[in-house]
T-cell receptor
Framework: GESVGLHLPTLSVQEGDNSIINCAYSNSASDYFIWYKQESGKGPQFIIDIRSNMDKRQGQRVTVLLNKTVKHLSLQIAATQPGDSAVYFC?????????????FGTGTRLTIIP | DSGVTQTPKHLITATGQRVTLRCSPR?????VYWYQQSLDQGLQFLIHYYNGEERAKGNILERFSAQQFPDLHSELNLSSLELGDSALYFCASGVDLSTGNTIYFGEGSWLTVV
């Protein structure tokens, strides 16, 4: 079946370094992707999104890259800080009209080493 | 603050009981989604309402039901509770995923069944 958000489960990065979190998806018809950050005991927080007509989108300290050829996207966080420690999910809409639900993977737990 | 409000934040109840979780979406959002997250698990889609009507259903148990009211707030009803129903229940709201508008999550309702 279709899948989205196939992540490496954990990633440890030194404070101040850049981190890259990767995500793979299987449905080539997916045209919209969203990255969320979830801190322990809190709700998922929207970070950045990208539509399939773009290859790259930048936010504040974050960049999302989309490679439709290999069905892969990545979230880059520049100059990581302790507050970046969280679980990161990529997600994509699913459904007949592309809006019935948002499907999440299991996420990547990012740990920032002081 | 995402603008999505969920109550109660924490709830402890006994097996066999029934509880109601409430969600107030962001102003102007017609869609409300409910998700379940068990300990260290991903986000499992339960149900989606759009402007008062059920739009999509996930793996929602028959003991669970939801509705969206004319003022667009939503309630998730969980009955005949079992120990395995202990989880974080999230509500999210949005305009329309199919047009590239993301959904925003509340802080969740933490349900503990004892």
């Amino acid at each position: 079946g279709e899948s989205v958000g196939l992540h490496l489960p954990t990633l440890s990065v030194q404070e101040g370094d850049n981190s890259i979190i990767n995500c793979a998806y299987s449905n080539s018809a997916s045209d919209y992707f969203i990255w969320y950050k979830q801190e322990s005991g809190k709700g998922p927080q929207f970070i950045i999104d990208i539509r399939s007509n773009m290859d790259k989108r930048q936010g504040q300290r974050v960049t999302v890259l989309l490679n439709k050829t290999v069905k892969h996207l990545s979230l880059q966080i520049a100059a990581t800080q302790p507050g970046d420690s969280a679980v990161y999910f990529c997600a994509a809409p699913r459904g007949n009209f592309g809006n019935e639900k948002l499907t999440f993977g299991t996420g990547t737990r990012l740990t920032i080493i002081p | 603050d995402s603008g999505v409000t969920q109550t109660p934040k924490h709830l402890i109840t006994a097996t066999g009981q029934r509880v109601t979780l409430r969600c107030s979406p962001r102003s102007g959002d017609l869609s409300v989604y409910w998700y379940q997250q068990s300990l260290d698990q991903g986000l499992q889609f339960l149900i989606h309402y759009y402007n008062g009507e059920e739009r999509a259903k996930g793996n929602i148990l028959e003991r669970f039901s939801a509705q969206q009211f004319p003022d667009l707030h939503s309630e998730l009803n969980l009955s005949s509770l079992e120990l395995g129903d202990s989880a974080l229940y999230f509500c999210a709201s949005g305009v329309d995923l199919s047009t590239g508008n993301t959904i925003y999550f509340g802080e969740g309702s933490w349900l503990t069944v004892v």
